[in-house]
C-alpha cells in the first residue's frame, strides 16, 4: 500500500508517492511506475515521482510513463513544490485539502540534470532550470521546410534537461506533419527527410521533438513529442523553455515569453543564464492504494 497525489502541471500529469523512508529502490520503481501509469489498468499519468530527502533539500527518482528513467521534467518539477506544501500540511493525514493550502515552497531538488531551485510565487509554482546545453542551428533542407510547413529551414537543437531538437512552423501542424514528427522523434527515414544530421547529435538514442508558432513578439504556441509518452502532451516544460530560447534567438530577443501548450500557459523567463519555468499547478487526486501482483 503506498500514499499518492495526482497532479497537473498545465496539463502534464504526474503520479507522486512519498519515498522519504526509500521504500521504494531499485528496479520496482520502473515496474511500480508503468503500473501506476497505465491510462486504464492505473492511475494515468505521463510520468511518475518518486519524492526523498528533508528540509530544504530534496531528490527524486523520476520515471517517465514507460517505466524510463528521465533527467529533467519542467512540469514535474513546478509540481514538486505543491506537492511537498501538500506532504507538509498533511494531506494524508487528511488534514487539509488543495483549495485550502498556503503555498510556501521554497527549496532545492536533486535531479539527474543537476540541482535546481523550487519556489512558489503569486500562487504560480515555478523552477530554475538547468544550465541550457549545446545550442546549435542546423538547416533542414528545402524538403522538409515543404514538408512540415515550416516558418524557417533553420532547426534548433539544445538540452534544457533533456534534449530537443525544435521547428520553428508557421502554423499548427496537421495530421501527416505530427506523424512525420513523431517520425524524427523515434529516428525514422531520416535520410528521406533531410535530416541526416540528426543521427550526429549525441544526446542519446532518443530526442524530443518541439514544434512552435507565433503568437505575438513576446508569446508563442508550442507542442512536444516527448520520449516516454511516444505523444504530443498536453504540456512539456523543457519543451517550453527549448522553444522560447529557439524564439528568441530567432526572432524577438525578448527575455520574457509566454508559451501557449495544449494544457495551459507557461511563462519563460531567459534574463539570467539559468531560464525560470512558471506556471499552474493543480491536483486530480489523492488517496491511498496498491496493485494486485
Known amino acids: 500500500?503506498?500514499?499518492?497525489?495526482?497532479?497537473?502541471?498545465?496539463?502534464?500529469?504526474?503520479?507522486?508517492?512519498?519515498?522519504f523512508k526509500n521504500e521504494f529502490r531499485g528496479e520496482r520503481l520502473s515496474q511500480l511506475t508503468q503500473k501506476i501509469c497505465h491510462p486504464t489498468l492505473g492511475l494515468g499519468g505521463d510520468g511518475a515521482v518518486f519524492m526523498r530527502?528533508?528540509?530544504?533539500?530534496?531528490?527524486?527518482?523520476?520515471?517517465n510513463a514507460d517505466g524510463s528513467?528521465?533527467?529533467?521534467?519542467?512540469?514535474a518539477a513546478r509540481c514538486s513544490g505543491y506537492f511537498m506544501d501538500l506532504f507538509r500540511?498533511?494531506?494524508?493525514?487528511?488534514?487539509?485539502?488543495?483549495?485550502?493550502?498556503?503555498p510556501q515552497a521554497q527549496f532545492t531538488l536533486q535531479t539527474n540534470a543537476g540541482e535546481i531551485a523550487i519556489s512558489v510565487e503569486n500562487l504560480s509554482y515555478q523552477v530554475?532550470?538547468?544550465?541550457?546545453?549545446?545550442?546549435?542551428?542546423?538547416?533542414?533542407?528545402?524538403?522538409?521546410?515543404?514538408?512540415?510547413?515550416?516558418?524557417?529551414?533553420?532547426?534548433?537543437?539544445?538540452?534544457?534537461?533533456?534534449p530537443h531538437l525544435v521547428f520553428h512552423s508557421k502554423k499548427n501542424p496537421n495530421e501527416k506533419q505530427k506523424l512525420i514528427y513523431k517520425q524524427i522523434r523515434n529516428k525514422k527515414n531520416l535520410s528521406e527527410l533531410d535530416l541526416s544530421f540528426v543521427g550526429k547529435i549525441k544526446s542519446g538514442p532518443q530526442i524530443n521533438v518541439t514544434i512552435f508558432w507565433k503568437k505575438t513578439a513576446t508569446e508563442i504556441f508550442a507542442g512536444t513529442f516527448e520520449r516516454g509518452v511516444e505523444d504530443m502532451t498536453l504540456a512539456c516544460g523543457t519543451g517550453a523553455v527549448a522553444a522560447a530560447l529557439a524564439?528568441?534567438?530567432?526572432t524577438t530577443k525578448k527575455d520574457s515569453i509566454g508559451v501557449h501548450v495544449p494544457g495551459g500557459t507557461l511563462k519563460i523567463n531567459l534574463t539570467k543564464d539559468q531560464p525560470l519555468l512558471s506556471g499552474p499547478v493543480a491536483m486530480i487526486a489523492y488517496g491511498r492504494g496498491g496493485f494486485n501482483d
Open 1 to 19: 500500500m503506498f500514499d499518492w497525489v495526482k497532479l497537473s502541471g498545465a496539463g502534464n500529469t504526474f503520479v507522486f508517492l512519498p519515498n
Open 53 to 63: 530527502g528533508k528540509g530544504n533539500k530534496f531528490a527524486w527518482d523520476f520515471f
Open 69 to 75: 528513467l528521465a533527467a529533467m521534467c519542467g512540469n
Open 89 to 102: 500540511a498533511g494531506i494524508f493525514a487528511h488534514k487539509i485539502t488543495g483549495t485550502k493550502l498556503n
Open 128 to 162: 530554475q532550470m538547468p544550465l541550457p546545453g549545446g545550442e546549435k542551428f542546423f538547416s533542414g533542407g528545402k524538403k522538409i521546410k515543404a514538408l512540415l510547413g515550416l516558418e524557417t529551414a533553420q532547426i534548433f537543437f539544445v538540452d534544457t534537461g533533456v
Open 247 to 250: 524564439w528568441k534567438k530567432l
